[in-house]
Structures are given as C-alpha cells and as structure tokens.
C-alpha cells in the first residue's frame, strides 16, 4: 500500500511598503537593510499583521536583519491601534515580520544596532 506524501504549498503575495511618516504607531526609528534587535518577547509572523500566523516569538537580545517594509496596519477601537511592520530575517535565514512599535504605548519592540 502506497501512503500518499505531503506536499507543503508555499504563496508569498506582495505586499506594499507604506511611508512611515504617514502611519499613527510610534515614529520609525528602522529602515531597510540594517540589523535590529529585539527588546521585548516579539512575535515574529507569516505576514504584516496581527491576524497571520505567529512562526515564533524572539526573546529580548535577538538581532535580525531588516529585509523590508515598511508596512502600516490600523485597526479601529477605543482607543485605534497601529503598527509599523517590518520584514525582518533570522539568523538562520528564517523571514517573517515584527512590528517596531504600536499605538498609544511609549515602547518600541525592536531597536537599530549601532
């Protein structure tokens, strides 16, 4: 008997890039192709987005590599949350998105390494 085999599909869509000057999270201290590093327990998900999948969350310390972005979300509520996304890669070649920081919270999530 012949078991049928698993074949993993794997769909990237484009998605834009957005002028960080225009989205309401905190100011954008990132940009494109520069290292970050992680400051508090961040996810790192499929897409830029709080509804994609999380792959894994990166504990404080963790550099990774800004590969893109960025893009902005804003969602509704009292108050309306935002964040600045950023397409970021591990060390081990894994790529996700992080958010640098949200809305209405004095903290930032990721930092530049100088």
Not at 19 to 27: K, L, R, Y
Not at 61 to 67: M, P, R, S
Request: glycine share 8%; aromatic share 8%.
């Amino acid at each position: 008997v012949v078991q049928p085999t698993a074949t993993a599909v794997v769909t990237t869509e484009s998605v834009p890039d957005s002028d960080p000057n225009e989205c309401p999270a905190n100011p954008a201290r990132l940009q494109a192709n520069t290292n970050v590093r992680v400051l508090d327990w961040l996810n790192f998900r499929t897409g830029p987005g709080l509804h994609y999948e999380i792959q894994r969350t990166n504990r404080p310390g963790t550099e990774l590599e800004v590969i893109g972005g960025p893009v902005c979300t804003l969602r509704g509520g009292d108050p309306p949350r935002a964040y600045l996304w950023w397409n970021v890669r591990m060390e081990d070649g894994r790529e996700g998105w992080s958010a640098e920081a949200p809305l209405n919270f004095p903290n930032y999530f990721l930092e530049p390494v100088k």
